[in-house]
T-cell receptor, first 113, second 113 residues
Framework: ETGVTQSPTHLIKTRGQQVTLRCSSQ?????VSWYQQALGQGPQFIFQ???????GRGNFPPRFSGLQFPNYSSELNVNALELDDSALYLC????????????FGPGTRLLVL | QQQVKQSPQSLIVQKGGIPIINCAYE??????FPWYQQFPGKGPALLIA?????SEKKEGRFTISFNKSAKQFSLHIMDSQPGDSATYFC????????????FGQGTTLQVKP
């Protein structure tokens, strides 16, 4: 059984650019959530995807968007990058939308210059 | 009301000691409380979780104590080891199926040999 994987591990972008981060959920898991973790802070919920649709969203602007594919993998897209978007982006998968237990991937470290 | 407050911010104990990390919440709809361990450069790893219908749960050297009336819960690490040195996060969520874990600010634990 493979765990949650994310790519790339690190990324450097400049302000105003767009970025796409990818996540493969744990085997058998159909629900994916994305979190942003600023340095020294706890993760902040961005949104959750279930059956290829957004199932819940935190306090993030529309320039943060996502996709989920039929194989349950997911993408996080961020447009018009700002310096404050620099953070560790974490993907977490769960067995189903009714299952609260979430298993996190290693994250993608994004630096916006 | 959506916050989870965690203390202390940092903690230093000797090997074999019992560090205790505390969390408090306001939202009485929360019904699932996990603890995560995070090492530098890694994603959070689920340690142990509890629901409000029990007052204590043990898994190996990790114990959660839960006080529903006070809306507080804590993590105890028995016989702590230098390998336990990490950042610990408490979290909470409700059964609304939006997948939103609310995290505390984290506690950095150092276990000295």
């Amino acid at each position: 059984e493979t765990g949650v994987t994310q790519s790339p591990t690190h990324l450097i972008k400049t302000r105003g650019q767009q970025v796409t981060l990818r996540c493969s959920s744990q085997s058998g898991h159909n629900t994916v959530s994305w979190y942003q973790q600023a340095l020294g802070q706890g993760p902040q919920f961005i949104f959750q995807y279930y059956r290829e649709e957004e199932n819940g969203r935190g306090n993030f602007p529309p320039r943060f968007s996502g996709l989920q594919f039929p194989n349950y993998s997911s993408e996080l897209n961020v447009n018009a990058l700002e310096l404050d978007d620099s953070a560790l982006y974490l993907c977490a998968s769960s067995l189903s939308v009714a299952e609260e237990t979430q298993y996190f991937g290693p994250g993608t470290r994004l630096l916006v210059l | 009301q959506q916050q989870v407050k965690q203390s202390p911010q940092s903690l230093i104990v000797q090997k074999g000691g019992i560090p205790i990390i505390n969390c408090a919440y306001e939202n009485t709809a929360f019904d699932y409380f996990p603890w995560y361990q995070q090492f530098p450069g890694k994603g959070p790893a689920l340690l142990i979780a509890i629901r409000p219908d029990v007052s204590e749960k043990k898994e190996g050297r990790f114990t959660i104590s839960f006080n529903k009336s006070a809306k507080q819960f804590s993590l105890h690490i028995m016989d702590s080891q230098p390998g336990d040195s990490a950042t610990y996060f408490c979290a909470a969520t409700d059964s609304s199926n939006t997948g939103k874990l609310i995290f505390g600010q984290g506690t950095t634990l150092q276990v000295k040999p």
